[in-house]
């Protein structure tokens, strides 16, 4: 092995930038840490003439990926350029030419993680992903190794910042959602085109990486239910804090027995829980696990230098275990069946808010209807809004999710109900 | 290697008792993560006699310590007795005779860790202690691992349960010290001997731990001042609350350059940053990296079965450094130079409560006396108490403590002031 590692690097954007930079002021603890320096041997950009954040050699820059993936001098492939197609072609000839592998990138582990790992172990390869999760948070090594010996029940994680931070203004400041994503969008917070963080789909690409792991079983992006906050209204969220409620995008991966949900959506949780605080653009997953009980990792789930410090994390593992000669042995793989459970067998508390028209005995009909269901009532609020009718919040104790569309069903068909202005999970009530 | 790993358990009590449970109840996973099972062949006690928490089969339960240490079967010690001469002495032996040790002993790593990882290193074994620190929070495994690339500035750390389960008993319901002392050793959470808590002592040894990694220096129990939470008083805590402050037992690890400085003490933080929320028993832990920024890990600090997780998870480290044939490689080992940092480079805001001659003039003097020492405030609070006298709260930006000293000293002459009541220091106003 010789007495530098050296790496290639595919793209040269926010979070390839940082892995330079931190390469380049950490050198010493780098050579102190693993006796041996860590070196950027080619970079692989789109354009060799793009200005750029951070001081680079011109001469190590290429438009050509032979360079870097068939170089003979290179052991680790970083890949930072994001996007699918491409990123899969060059990962899969870089694990096929034996280079170890770390990226970034969730969209492409969400989708193609299994069979990169196939293809990883085949070739003796590492690949790692630490910084697809969470950013500079070390997530993934916490629930992979330090909860190992424990079997995870639930991961509840707040895991795009976007729309946390989104969230935030509105239920700080009263803040409606355009403006908040406006402002977003000024700090860098939102892309110009928010669909993907807004509408969830960045959030369910990360809890599938985390079910995974988690339950050890080979979750898929289809098997995810979405749902974003760009419905979320600010009347709901100051119900809410009436409520000792705050709204919250949340990723749920549980299981129950052998059967597992995941889904992302707008949440209710308790003031009092841990998640509920977590501000701004900040990222926190809340991990159940049957013997270690309720724990949290909490940091910033973005930004160039957090995430490099994760690329870097994986980077300094692939070189200790080139060092010890044991790449490739990665001991966790999906050793169980997916069962995906039921309607009838996901039970959780709901928050739904009724327009409905004030006439005696309207909130009896309505508490009559739950009652047929067998659905009680954790509270209740009921504020006069517009002439003849009252806005009704009920928050259910726990109910299967059968039995809760149930009720929505009902409820539409309930002559004292003009209609169902909103509902929402409820999470973290009782769990404290 | 057998298709077996034999593990020899020193110690059968809170959490020798879960290590027994989670090996029996989680040997399927195991097996199929490690690829071969886990058992207990022997287990050193004090008492053959005495009722366990924990089914156990009576024929591997021994009173002498050669029949865990000496018998060729066992590949693993796990240490769970406490206590440090007879715990050394084991762990030496082990380390000896070539066997691979987990421990869960704080008091045993933070006096004698440097000399137990070297013999561990001369042997070739492996010397884990993720369970000393934050019970199960996959912590240390967080910082060493995790966050690799990265250079630690700043920990803080909630690393005492018995301590922030009475604190948090005195700021939410208004319980005085002693009543919630007494509450917190008729739940278990705290000893009848509650000094090694209350003291500080506790934390402060988790705090060598902690700050050993994170900066990688020799840091001893000797570097490290502590002060406990037994003369907190209610009234502080409710200034505090006016000034939107929370008071926790606060572990302070801090580099500035090459100076470090390490301590443990009931510290008032604002009311926004994380730790402050964080509550009952719970530990947290917050570490400020140079790259990454601030994360968080929170979790269970105690318990029988959240420590065993961690200790599990040092075992499943273990054996899988034995089948890799990779053990005693830890690469981390102190590398600079200690050097504590003097009273004038350690950098704080202070909370200081005076009882003040109620007469015209006299905060004059007061605010005179910090201006002359460069000394601003941030917030100002003045109460009318008894007749003649008020209580006078200021919370000042900044200063060094050599300059915080001087001024308590000024102020113990100036004869406006009665008497100093209390001071504090003050965390985490201005980071978030």
């Known amino acids: 092995m010789a007495n530098e590692v050296s790496i290639g690097l595919l793209g040269l954007g926010v979070v390839g930038s940082g892995v330079l930079k931190i390469i380049e002021e950490h050198q010493e603890d780098l050579v102190h840490r693993l006796g041996r320096g860590v070196k950027v041997e080619k970079v692989l950009v789109r354009n060799l003439e793009k200005a750029r954040q951070v001081d680079v050699d011109e001469r190590i820059l290429t438009t050509n990926s032979d360079e870097v993936l068939k170089n003979p001098n290179i052991d680790i492939i970083v890949e930072v350029m994001g996007g699918v197609d491409d990123a899969r072609q060059y990962i899969l000839e870089a694990l096929k030419a034996k280079k170890h592998v770390v990226t970034a990138n969730k969209d492409l582990i969400a989708l193609h993680g299994p069979e990169l790992e196939k293809v990883a172990r085949e070739n003796g390869c590492d690949l790692f992903y630490e910084a697809s999760v969470g950013g500079g948070i070390p997530l993934l090594r916490s629930v992979a190794d330090g909860l190992i010996s424990d079997r995870i029940n639930q991961v509840m994680g707040i895991v795009n910042g976007t729309t946390n931070y989104i969230l935030t203004k509105m239920t700080k400041d009263g803040q409606s959602y355009e403006d908040a994503l406006r402002k977003a969008q000024e700090l860098g917070f939102a892309e110009a085109d928010p669909t993907a963080d807004v509408e969830g789909l960045d959030a369910a690409r990360k809890m599938v990486i985390l079910a995974r792991l988690s339950f050890l079983t080979n979750v898929e992006l289809d098997d995810v239910e979405v749902k974003g906050i760009s419905d979320v209204s600010l009347t709901d969220i100051e119900y809410g804090k009436k409520l000792d409620l705050t709204m919250k995008l949340i990723g749920f991966a549980k299981r129950t027995g052998q059967e597992i949900e995941v889904n992302v959506q707008p949440t209710f949780l308790a003031d009092t829980h ?23 990792f909490y940091g910033p789930g973005a930004g160039s230098l957090p995430t490099a410090t994760a690329v870097m994390a994986d ?48 909130f009896a009909r309505i508490s009559d209807l739950f009652k047929k269901l067998g659905i009680s009532f954790e509270r209740i609020l009921q504020t006069p809004r517009e002439e003849g009718y009252a806005d009704v919040i009920v928050v259910t104790h726990e109910t299967s999710y059968e039995n809760f569309k149930q009720a929505l069903e009902d409820l539409e068909k309930l002559d004292v109900v003009d209609s169902i202005r909103s509902h929402y999970r409820v999470e973290g009530d009782a769990k404290r």
């Open 274 to 296: 841990p998640l509920a605080s977590v501000n701004d653009e900040y990222n926190a997953v809340y991990v159940s696990g049957e013997a270690v009980g309720e724990t949290m």
């Open 315 to 362: 980077v300094v593992e692939v070189i200790k275990n080139m060092i010890l000669g044991v790449n490739g042995k990665k001991f966790i793989r999906p050793q169980f069946e997916k069962k995906l459970a039921p309607p009838e067998n996901r039970y959780s508390q709901y928050y739904i808010r009724l327009k409905v028209k004030d006439e005696t005995g309207a």
